[in-house]
């Protein structure tokens, strides 16, 4: 549950209380998890989404305990709920990008870990994506988010999977949205650390790229971080990926590589009505 407090009464009393109602878990998740009464909160963020909303927003995400279905909602100052979309695969970081009017964030997809073995990682099953939503004031959806539909119509603006997920030496670790990034004019980018770790040891390399609001890398943003340049200089070591190897893929394209891709919308079909 969410608590608001007004400090102006002490703290005494929450002024809203929010959290998810039954009645709109997706049927998707009935399924799975005939007891749906686990969601938690998993992160808090404070945004100004929408300009004809007073002041600022409350940018909820909550989890279903240790599984990977993920709900993300805005509230406004008073508690209303303004909008409401759900994920399978969890949701991560975020920052909101005001000049493109995105919420980018960080996260996982599930049906990429269960049907893609280049996922499948033993030391780790994760399907790291980055993917931006284009929020909408009113809209709520008891659909899980359907990679495929993302469109210039959608609130999903872009999907992208990051490649690799591991090499014989490494794996991905960990990857961060940093923050808003700021070409020319008002902030249209995101700043994203990606950071791969030795199997075999302990060093962890990372190296950051900047994402434009169409969701492809911005050409020359990349860097290494320190680790990540000694071991591409050190000769025989290499235990992190070829730099020019890591890159944002677009959800189709990964699609295409699976025998039996799902047919549009996905895994949505499955998830109910809005």
Known sequence: MVCAFDDRDGFRRPIWVAGVDKDRVPDAVREIHPVIDEFGVQSIN??????????????????????????????????????????????????????????????????LKFNDSRFRDSQKMFASVVFALRPQPGYRS???????????????????????????????????????????GPARCVLVNVFYRDKNGD???????????????????????????????VAGR?????????????????LATIPKPPTKPGRAEAAGAP
């Open 203 to 233: 060093a962890v390399g990372g190296l950051q790229l900047v994402v434009d609001e169409h969701g492809e890398e911005v050409p020359g943003s990349r860097s290494l971080h320190d680790i990540y340049v000694q071991d591409q200089c």
């Open 238 to 254: 290499h235990v992190f990926p070829d730099p020019d190897t890591v890159r944002l893929v677009p959800y189709e394209e990964v």
């Open 142 to 184: 008891r659909r899980f988010l359907a990679p495929l539909d993302a469109d210039e119509d959608s609130v999903l603006a872009w999907y992208r999977v990051f490649l690799p997920h591991a090499t014989d030496t490494s794996i991905l670790e960990k990857f961060h949205i940093d923050h808003p990034v700021s070409l020319e």
């Open 46 to 111: 404070v945004f100004d989404v929408f300009e004809g909303v007073p002041g600022d927003e409350v940018v909820v995400t909550y989890v279903h305990g240790d599984w990977s279905q993920a709900t993300l909602r805005i509230y406004d100052l008073a508690g209303n709920l303004i909008f409401e979309i759900w994920h399978d695969g969890g949701i991560g970081m975020m920052q909101w990008v005001e000049g493109s009017q995105l919420l980018v964030m960080a996260g996982g997809d599930e049906y």
